[in-house]
């Protein structure tokens, strides 16, 4: 099945940087997940709110220079946050990056630079990060609808 985005999924892409946004436009006709974008550059208020309400971790977001997005799973047109749907996701993002030949970085596999070089499935990067965190001793920051340009 092909998906589309929403007009409201389009106006939060057009502030985003035009490789980022291409990959988007190529993820969702790949995808096995309905996906829409729920937020794309920010302001530098909306971040400090972000920030305060502790849904975001820093002020140095790459939302603020339009090198980020959001992206919300659909299942049946309603969002869910099961974390497999954003694996699959994921690996249509990927695909779609490695076509634009762009570097992206996704919010559940910290610790790959560039998953378009990750081998094996999305699935795979988010459980050797959460391996690799907890060998360290600390605690894994999972944030699967995060995709940015590295």
Not at 56 to 82: C, F, P
Request: include cysteine.
């Amino acid at each position: 099945m092909s998906y589309i985005l929403s007009e409201r999924s389009r106006r939060n892409l057009a502030r985003v940087d035009t490789r980022l946004s291409k990959i988007v436009k190529s993820a969702i006709q790949i995808t096995t997940v309905d996906f829409g974008v729920t937020q794309g550059r920010r302001t530098l208020e909306e971040q400090r709110i972000l920030v305060e309400k502790g849904a975001s971790q820093t002020m140095k977001s790459k939302h603020l220079g339009g090198l980020a997005v959001d992206l919300m799973a659909y299942i049946n047109g309603r969002g869910s946050w099961e974390l497999n749907l954003y694996d699959n996701i994921a690996d249509a993002v990927k695909e779609a990056a490695i076509k634009e030949n762009v570097a992206v970085r996704w919010g559940a596999a910290w610790h790959i630079q560039d998953i378009c070089r990750w081998k094996d499935s999305m699935e795979d990067a988010m459980g050797s990060y959460i391996d690799l965190r907890r060998s360290e001793g600390k605690r894994p920051f999972i944030d699967a609808p995060h995709f940015e340009l590295t």
